[in-house]
Structure formats: C-alpha cells, structure tokens
C-alpha cells in the first residue's frame, strides 16, 4: 500500500520512474515541490540581491582578492565543463563526503559526529566541518565558546583559508556558531562564494583522509556550501513517510548541485531511526530498497543513548563503547568506508 503510494508520489514530482545514481538523472527534467533559495549567485537565474543587502554585503565581506577570484573561477569552470577540479593528487587521498538532506531530523548530525569519531579511533584523520548555524555537531563534540571566525564564515564571505579547526576526541572540528545563519543572504550576493568551501578544502591536499560536513536541514546557501565542496554525498533517510516525503526535495537540489558539480555522486543512501517492530518501518524500508542505489542497512532506533550521549557532549563510541548503539556505529562506519573506498580495517 505504502509503496504504491510511494510510486504514485514519485510519478507526480519525480517524471515517470527516473530514481537512479545522479549520473542517469540529469537529463530528465523535474517538477520538484521544493524551491531552492536564492540558489549560487552563480547561475544566471538568481536575480541581483536587493541593494540593502548588497551593501550589507560590501560592509561585511571584503571583496575577494582578484587572484582568489580568478581561482574560484577556474573551479567553477572545471565543475561546469567536468574536469577535475583541483590537483589529481587531492583527489586521490582525501575522500570529502557532506552528510546532506535539507529534511530536519534525518539523523545527519549524529552520523557525522559518530562515524567521524569512530573513523578517528580507527586511525584515520579525521575533519569535520559544522555548517548547520543550530551548531548541533559543535555543542554534541562538546565545544563551546565559538567565534564566528572560527567558522566557515571568513571562508565563504571573505575568501579566506579554512581557520585553524579545534581538536577534540582524537578529531578537527570547524565548529559554527548562530551567526552563521548570517552567511545565508549574504552567499548569494557574492559572485562564486559558493565555491568557497571546496577550494579551501582543495587547498588541504594531504592534511587528512576524511573530511565529513555536516549539512543544515535547508536548501539554502549554506546547504550548497557544503554540498558543492564534496566528492560524494551522504545522505540519511528517515524510516517514516516524513523520509518518503523528503525524496522529491532532495532529487531537485541534486540535479542542481550535479550541474555545477558533474562529478558529485551520492555514495550511500542510509535509512535511519529503524523500529523493526513496525510495519509502517518495514513498509518504508522496503520502499526506499526499491527506489535507491546504494542504500546501507538500516540504523536502529535507539533513543536514550543518543540523547544522553549529546547532553554530556561526548561521541556514542566515548559515552558509551561497547554498548549496542557503539556497534550501530561501528556498522554504519563500515557501510560508509566502503561506500567512500576508504581502507577498510582486517
Ligand atoms: N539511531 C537513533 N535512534 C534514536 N535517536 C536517534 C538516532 N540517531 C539520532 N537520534 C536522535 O534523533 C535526533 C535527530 O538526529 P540528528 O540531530 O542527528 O538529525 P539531523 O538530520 O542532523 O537534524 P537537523 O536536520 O535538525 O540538523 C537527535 O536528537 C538524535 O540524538
Ligand atoms: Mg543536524
């Protein structure tokens, strides 16, 4: 029952049956229910911002130097024509994936702050970057007393190189702060900003091996932000028909980002907060195995250990190791190292 209404729901927004890889999907045009904010000042369809928030804009955010802009410029040729953006070297060690679904609750933050720990204890370097202004991922890693230039802020407003991240749990964290949600007008009033994140990151070439960015649950600047910086996108799915319901939002913005982006892929689907015991879950799991390509095995939902472990700031695999959540992790972490082609531990 579920799934024909899930098929009639896909019909309706998505153009006929066309749920594959990005790859197989752009050129199929789409009616998505979702609009995409003020989307990169880039593309010719965003309109001038209004002049109170370009003067803003000039007050707060230094123009960027022309040899800074001309390098942005170059990405963003390369991500238009599809050539590689940055040096080959890059591309082969540091695997960047932006954990991303603009629906709230998905489970974003928590995958990026567990897999990410739990992918440091396993010897790996591990960044994370906080883009979400709700700062979840920074009060959850337990830091605190944030400034705003410790953020991605001064990156993408002020072209600068990703600041000096804090060091917690074995891990780097560019944590973010309530301002941040500044940057969301301000993005799109800057020719290129959005690019920003992607050639600081170009910029690290061989400082770690994973980079995880945390997305807000939108589909603005920052989202882009985040999701234009990465080699692949992960991307949590609720278990519930609020997930169902999320899919044809999400495929929009993705053949957006793939047409700047090209190359960007979605690694792994990941279905999230799985009661088994409930067939409305059971019914939805077996919807979203129908439709996805690469979808992992379902993380169980568990509720206090998720809770408690991010009142006390602390990952699940330092709160509680060994426990069953702590082998949730361990599983996903597995399922995402494969999807990324990391080394996988004997
Ligand atoms: N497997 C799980 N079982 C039970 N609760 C979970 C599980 N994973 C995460 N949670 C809890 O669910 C809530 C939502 O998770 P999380 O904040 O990670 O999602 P999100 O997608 O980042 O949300 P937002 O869109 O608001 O940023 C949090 O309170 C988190 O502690
Ligand atoms: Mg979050």
Not at 38 to 56: E, I, N, Q, Y
Not at 287 to 307: E, F, K
Request: glycine content about 8%; overall charge neutral.
């Amino acid at each position: 029952m579920l799934r024909s209404m899930l098929r009639v729901l896909l019909r309706k927004h998505l153009n006929a049956d066309q749920w594959h890889p990005l790859e197989r999907l752009m050129p199929h045009g789409v009616d998505g229910s979702v609009q995409l904010t003020g989307f990169l000042a880039v593309t010719s369809a965003a309109p001038d911002p209004p002049d109170r928030t370009a003067a803003v804009n000039r007050r707060l955010s230094p123009q960027l130097s022309q040899e800074r802009e001309a390098a942005l410029q170059r990405d963003l040729c390369a991500g238009l024509t599809g050539k590689t953006m940055g040096p080959a070297r890059y591309r082969d060690r540091v695997k960047i994936a932006t954990v991303f679904n603009h629906a709230g609750g998905a489970g974003k933050t928590s995958m990026v702050r567990d897999v990410g720990h739990q992918l440091a204890t396993q010897g790996q370097r591990v960044l994370l970057i906080d883009l979400d202004p709700q700062a979840s991922l920074t009060k959850w890693l337990g830091v605190e007393h944030v400034d705003l230039s410790e953020t991605v802020y001064p990156v993408a407003l002020e072209g600068q190189a990703l600041p000096a991240p804090r060091s917690v749990h074995g891990l780097h964290l560019v944590p973010s702060h309530i301002s941040l949600s500044l940057a969301e007008a301000q993005i799109s009033g800057q020719i290129g900003a959005v690019l920003t994140l992607r050639h600081a990151l170009v910029q690290l070439k061989d400082t770690y091996d994973v980079v995880l960015i945390d997305s807000p649950p939108s589909l603005g600047q920052l989202a882009a932000l985040g999701a234009l910086a990465a080699d692949h996108l992960i991307v949590p799915v609720l278990t519930q028909q609020k997930g169902l319901d999320a899919l044809p939002g999400l495929q929009s913005a993705l053949e957006l980002y793939h047409r700047l982006r090209p190359e960007l892929s979605v690694a792994l689907y990941v279905p999230t907060m799985y009661e088994g015991r409930r067939s409305h879950d059971r019914e939805v799991l077996q919807a979203l195995r129908d439709i996805l390509p690469n979808l992992s095995p379902p993380v169980p939902l568990r509720g206090a250990v998720w809770l408690d472990s991010s009142s006390a700031g602390q990952p699940v695999g330092v709160f509680a190791a060994g426990s069953p959540v702590h082998r949730d992790v361990q599983d996903l972490t597995r399922s995402v190292m494969e999807a990324l082609n990391l080394d996988v531990p004997a």
